[in-house]
T-cell receptor, first 110, second 116 residues
Framework: RKEVEQDPGPFNVPEGATVAFNCTYSNSASQSFFWYRQDCRKEPKLLMSVYSSGNEDGRFTAQLNRASQYISLLIRDSKLSDSATYLCVVNPGFGNDMRFGAGTRLTVKP | NAGVMQNPRHLVRRRGQEARLRCSPMKGHSHVYWYRQLPEEGLKFMVYLQKENIIDESGMPKERFSAEFPKEGPSILRIQQVVRGDSAAYFC??????????????FGPGTRLTVT
């Protein structure tokens, strides 16, 4: 089983749609969780951290379910500029190491 | 504050040559990570270093690959005797010193290695 698993997509949605991505992780000792965004042929950039109580940043909401070992990202009112690959990132529980999921590709269409 | 810097941005090597990829972390960051991304695939962790120490190299191929982060200067990822399968984008990331981490990682623009 992979350490971090994501549905690769692609998700093709119209502008204004709400879309949700899930990510599961295998190490129950994992402590920290993040969502990164990667545009084509660019470096990954931090989108948001994921806190135990859940957190929201504008149109983006992240949730953590430790019991089921998954995190989610919800994007409301999708914009064309949201088109990217979204990477789920998990700290496996020691040091500063991070493990990246393979990413979920989102395309928002007019 | 300059971000993570990587050079060269593009590197072309013939099979059997050596490739040296350099990474300068953000100012104040003492942790460096190297990742490899094959075309149309996700990021694969390779190695995690602090100054003069390799903390985790569980993602490094056993042969031909090595990494260092000396006391002075950038971190270096070295690939000896490159093969076509080494063609990929190599990303470096850095994070601050961990007291109550882990902290999020900040990525450089990557080095795209092409082996001909």
């Amino acid at each position: 089983r992979k350490e971090v698993e994501q549905d690769p997509g692609p998700f093709n949605v119209p502008e204004g749609a709400t879309v949700a991505f899930n990510c599961t992780y295998s190490n129950s000792a994992s402590q920290s969780f993040f969502w990164y965004r990667q545009d084509c042929r660019k470096e990954p950039k931090l989108l948001m951290s994921v806190y135990s109580s859940g957190n929201e940043d504008g149109r983006f909401t992240a949730q953590l379910n430790r019991a089921s070992q998954y995190i989610s990202l919800l994007i409301r009112d999708s914009k064309l500029s949201d088109s990217a690959t979204y990477l789920c990132v998990v700290n496996p529980g020691f040091g500063n190491d991070m493990r990246f999921g393979a990413g979920t590709r989102l395309t928002v269409k007019p | 504050n300059a971000g993570v810097m990587q050079n060269p941005r593009h590197l072309v090597r013939r099979r059997g040559q050596e490739a040296r990829l350099r990474c300068s972390p953000m100012k104040g960051h003492s942790h460096v990570y190297w990742y490899r991304q094959l075309p149309e695939e996700g990021l694969k962790f390779m190695v995690y270093l602090q100054k003069e120490n390799i903390i985790d190299e569980s993602g490094m191929p056993k042969e031909r690959f090595s990494a260092e982060f000396p006391k002075e200067g950038p971190s270096i990822l070295r690939i000896q005797q490159v093969v076509r399968g080494d063609s990929a984008a190599y990303f470096c990331a850095s994070s601050p010193r961990s007291l109550a981490g882990p902290y999020e990682q900040y990525f450089g623009p990557g080095t795209r290695l092409t082996v001909t």
